[in-house]
């Protein structure tokens, strides 16, 4: 341990389980005073294989770009806006996820937390997705995985089509 207080590292996809991982974070950073950073990692689309093979900075610009974006769509969808009293840190770095949250979270004294979709088929209600397992072989600091929330296959698909357009006009029906 080096002696600093660590830090509340949360690795943030977008998906519904690291919304809860963030919401998880926050309690965690107000709770023991600690600073909140929010981490999206981000790969070429077609693999950094494929990429070194044609580089093109222009695309990895903004490919970096629209994680950033979804990084800030990601901390206003879990907090709806940035919540008082608690630092707030973003980062956006190349590479894999698992890779790039063993790397930031690399103190004893932090705290890592990455999402995980829930599922009645797993034996502990959790997959084991590439990110858990990476995190699970690869964290020196104290992990927690956060389940999202359980779902019907259907309101899954209704959510994976749903768009913050669509929200808002069913607000404005309900409410007005």
Do not use: N
């Amino acid at each position: 341990m080096t002696g600093r207080a660590g830090r509340v590292v949360v690795g943030v996809s977008g998906s519904l389980a690291s919304l809860a991982a963030l919401r998880r974070g926050l309690a965690e950073a107000r709770a023991t005073g600690r600073p909140l950073l929010a981490v999206m990692a981000w790969e070429p689309p077609e693999g950094e294989a494929l990429y070194r093979a044609r580089p093109e900075s222009s695309w990895a610009g903004l490919w970096a770009e629209d994680a950033a974006r979804r990084l800030d769509r990601a901390l206003d969808d879990a907090f709806g806006g940035l919540p008082p009293k608690v630092r707030i840190e973003r980062r956006v770095l190349r590479g894999t996820p698992g890779t790039v949250l063993c790397a930031v979270a690399s103190d004893a004294a932090d705290l890592l937390l990455v999402g995980a979709a829930r599922s009645s088929r797993s034996s502990m209600g959790v997959h084991r997705r590439p990110v858990q397992r990476a995190v699970l072989a690869g964290a020196v600091c104290d992990l927690v995985i956060v389940g999202g929330p359980r779902l019907l296959p259907r309101e899954a698909r209704l959510l994976r089509r749903c768009r913050r357009r669509d929200v808002r006009l069913t607000a404005r029906r309900e409410h007005g």
